[in-house]
Structures are given as structure tokens and as C-alpha cells.
């Protein structure tokens, strides 16, 4: 690390981090699906009990959400400069109210750029697990981040 920036040059495969916990609240969780993704079982109690999940759960767009915030506010201040895609993305368990969630993120590839030598990009396989440690979502991300001023291949 760098000026307490983590630059593509201190990401090696096999860097692991615990990024961050969330704990879902009723209001958060109603409040976000009523907004973005108003399913009955998402935001309506009677229907989620009655639906296949037996009670209110978390959208998936509020889980994306979550490890966008928990990953900005991340220690290791990852130097991203974009985001170029998610893939193998996967909704094993629900997610539901009250529970608490731990976001953890390993990477699993990582390549310089052959064109930018400023540059590279990484691959992150992600999980985020409620407190029983069931998985709730899985993801790989791919990013591009920054090289240290001065770092060439």
C-alpha cells in the first residue's frame, strides 16, 4: 500500500479481506424495495409470509447497494478506477430483516494492463454471508485499478 491507497501492484491473487458488515433493518429493507424493487416480499409483511420465502427479505439491488457502500468505506481503499463488469452472480439463501451481513472479497486474478501501463486489472470473487454463515450472494467482479506513479510492468 501507498499513501493509504491500495494500488493493483499490492493486490496479488490470493489477497483476501473482510470489507465490512451491514445489518438489515425492516425500514431499511421495505424502504429501499419500495423505491427500487417493490415486490410483495419485499415490502408487504402478509405477502412475504405467505410467499416461498416465509417472511420480508432484501432485494438484490439492495444487496449490490450494501457492498457498494461497505467497499467505498473499506479500509484498504482499493484505487478503482472502474468498474467493468460482474459475473456469477448467485442468490443461494435469502437475505432477510435482522440479519447481519459480512461482506468478504478474495482476488482471484490479476493482470496489468497491455496497453495502459498505469494500470491493471483485477478479478474478485466475492461472498456475502448472514450470521449463521449461510451465503446470501456470490459475485465475481472485475475491476481496473491503478498502478503507483511510477510502477511500470
Not at 420465502?53 to 432484501?58: C, M, N, P, Q, S
Not at 442468490?91 to 495502459?116: H, K, M, Q, W
Request: aromatic share 8%; with cysteine; glycine share 8%.
Amino acid at each position: 500500500m501507498s499513501g493509504g491507497r491500495t494500488y493493483f501492484d499490492d493486490l496479488a491473487v490470493g489477497y483476501r479481506s473482510e470489507v465490512g458488515h451491514w445489518k438489515l433493518s425492516r425500514d431499511e429493507v421495505v424502504g429501499f424495495a419500495r423505491q427500487w424493487d417493490p415486490q410483495p416480499f419485499h415490502v408487504d409483511e402478509r405477502a412475504a409470509e405467505e410467499s416461498i420465502y416465509g417472511g420480508l427479505t432484501a432485494s438484490s439491488l439492495h444487496l449490490f447497494a450494501i457492498c457498494t457502500r461497505l467497499f467505498f468505506d473499506h479500509g484498504d481503499r482499493i484505487a478503482v478506477l472502474a468498474m467493468l463488469g460482474k459475473d456469477e452472480v448467485r442468490f443461494p439463501n435469502p437475505a432477510r430483516v435482522g440479519d447481519r451481513l459480512t461482506y468478504t472479497t478474495e482476488c482471484i486474478e490479476a493482470r496489468p494492463s497491455s496497453s495502459r501501463p498505469d494500470r491493471g486489472v483485477i478479478r474478485l470473487h466475492d461472498e456475502v454471508r448472514n450470521q449463521e454463515e449461510s451465503l446470501v450472494m456470490t459475485q465475481e467482479v472485475s475491476l481496473l485499478v491503478a498502478r503507483r506513479r511510477g510502477e511500470t510492468p
